[in-house]
């Protein structure tokens, strides 16, 4: 007899450490975070934000970005995926840094607004902008992994506005403004842009592809337009 009553005691007690693990789990698990310059956030930067997603997680966590300027270079580490970061709208929501390729000798590489290393990550509703003086090249945004979407997302820069550095990383475009000089679309991805506005703001060419030889695809330009600012005459597109 207490030989039985220990063992449901043993079990009840064992069912209560599972309940309990279950329940620690789901409040660690949180879909969505807040961003919000005016504190009415989780977090007033969304790099904060970024650092706290867990790592190579199997479930979708949305950031949402409050209406506001995100003065930051932004990193999305290779071992962050399955993110969304989605703006309160396009225009309003505003990623921006100044950095470009001749301060202190800096080179193209380094003056991101904005990198993504991490895979299966999408972009919506917001701008990255590099808004630094057309002194040299100025990236805006970086990428580095794959399976990337950008939504409805506005891209503002000059020389080198976006990179897309990865071979054989795919990057998919949809419904998005992206302006620069020369040159403002370049590297070794596959990239389909569809239903995008490319604004030239200068006479130039409006992309730089560097496609490897083994990739069949490098850019694709689907149901796009071509805009251009006022006094421009002659743009290329490669």
Excluded at 219 to 234: I, R, S, W
């Amino acid at each position: 007899m207490k030989r039985t009553i220990f063992k449901g005691m043993m079990c009840l007690l064992l069912l209560g450490v599972g309940a309990t693990s279950v329940y620690a789990q789901q409040q660690q698990r949180k879909d969505t975070l807040v961003v919000a310059r005016d504190g009415t956030g989780e977090y007033r930067n969304i790099q904060e934000a970024v650092e706290a997603v867990r790592a190579f997680m199997d479930y979708t966590v949305t950031i949402y970005i409050k209406n506001g300027t995100y003065k930051e270079k932004l990193v999305i580490p290779s071992w962050v995926k399955n993110v969304q970061l989605v703006g309160e709208s396009a225009e309003k929501t505003i990623i921006t840094y100044d950095d470009h390729a001749n301060i202190n000798k800096m080179g193209t590489f380094r003056t991101y607004t904005v990198k993504v290393e991490g895979s299966d990550i999408t972009f919506k509703d917001l701008t990255i902008e590099n808004n630094a003086a057309p002194l040299g090249q100025a990236v805006a945004l970086h990428t580095e992994g794959d399976r990337l979407m950008f939504v409805n997302c506005r891209f503002l820069g000059n020389q080198d506005t976006i990179y897309t550095g990865t071979e054989g990383a795919r990057l998919l475009f949809t419904n998005c403004y992206i302006e620069g000089t020369t040159d403002f679309i370049f590297g070794p991805s596959t990239a389909l842009f569809e239903y995008c506005e490319l604004h030239s703001k200068r006479d130039s060419y409006i992309t730089a592809a560097s496609t490897p030889q083994s990739e069949e695809f490098g850019y694709v330009f689907k149901n796009c337009k071509l805009t251009a600012a006022p006094g421009v005459k002659k743009v290329y597109l490669g």
